[in-house]
């Protein structure tokens, strides 16, 4: 659906927990994104990666880990250090290089701190 | 960086009337600048862009314009119908690479 898979859909963090958002897309894009998004603050970019093995930080990347061992994976850890981890957070990807491209999103996964 | 303003946050039109959104950007590198619309639960699908070379840009019922001097953009939707209630995001590219900063947001309503 899209191109680009995000799972699980809904996921339910006890305290102190780590948990791993996974993101895959089969459109071979070079960049992905991870961003969070709270009630009437839009879209928080957490981080992205340009190529793979390569990444960088966005706005809030505090309390948050990635990988990008492929191409087609870039997975979100959310660790116990995130105090506020209750949030939609969206994956997506865009070519890189060459024209413009608007980003091609993920459906989403709704975490909760229970 | 880059910072994106959008108004109004929410918009209430009756079916049939036109909906403009608004955003500032600041950074005039910026060249980039696409709207998403995400209906409740679900991904943001992207509906229209432009880029700074063009000052307008049409797809029936939706268009897009851009004042570079001003550092401004808006959607405008006319014809408003039911389905186009959603929340709407602008957003402007970054100077280097491909990375977008988003609005906040608009919740339009379009009343029957």
């Known amino acids: 659906d899209g191109g680009i898979t995000q799972s699980p859909k809904y996921l339910f963090r006890k305290e102190g927990q780590n948990v791993t958002l996974s993101c895959e897309q089969n459109?071979?894009?070079?960049?992905m994104y991870w961003y969070r998004q709270d009630p009437g603050q839009g879209l928080r970019l957490i981080y992205y990666?340009?190529?793979?093995?390569?990444?960088q930080k966005g706005d809030i990347a505090e309390g948050y880990s990635v990988s990008r061992e492929k191409k087609e994976s870039f997975p979100l850890t959310v660790t116990s250090a995130q105090k506020n981890p209750t949030a939609f957070y969206l994956c997506?990807?865009?070519?890189?290089?060459?024209?413009?491209?608007?980003?091609?999103f993920g459906s989403g996964t709704r975490l909760t701190v229970v | 960086g880059e910072n994106v303003e959008q108004h109004p946050s929410t918009l209430s039109v009756q079916e049939g009337d036109s909906a403009v959104i608004k955003c500032t950007y600041s950074?005039?590198?910026?060249?980039?600048f696409p709207w998403y619309k995400q209906e409740l639960g679900k991904r943001p699908q992207l509906i229209i862009d432009?880029?700074?070379?063009?000052g307008e840009k049409k797809d029936q019922r939706i268009a897009v314009t851009l004042n570079k001097t001003a550092k401004h953009f808006s959607l405008h939707i006319t014809e408003t119908q039911p389905e186009d209630s959603a929340v709407y995001f602008c957003?402007?590219?970054?100077?280097?690479?491909?990375?977008?900063?988003f609005g906040s947001g608009t919740k339009l309503n379009v009343k029957p």
């Open positions: 997506a990807s865009s070519p890189s290089t060459g024209e413009d491209y608007g980003y091609t």
């Open positions: 459109l071979n894009h070079d960049a």
């Open positions: 990666s340009q190529i793979v093995n390569d990444f």
């Open positions: 950074d005039s590198a910026s060249n980039y």
């Open positions: 432009i880029r700074s070379n063009v």
């Open positions: 957003a402007a590219k970054g100077y280097n690479f491909n990375k977008f900063y």
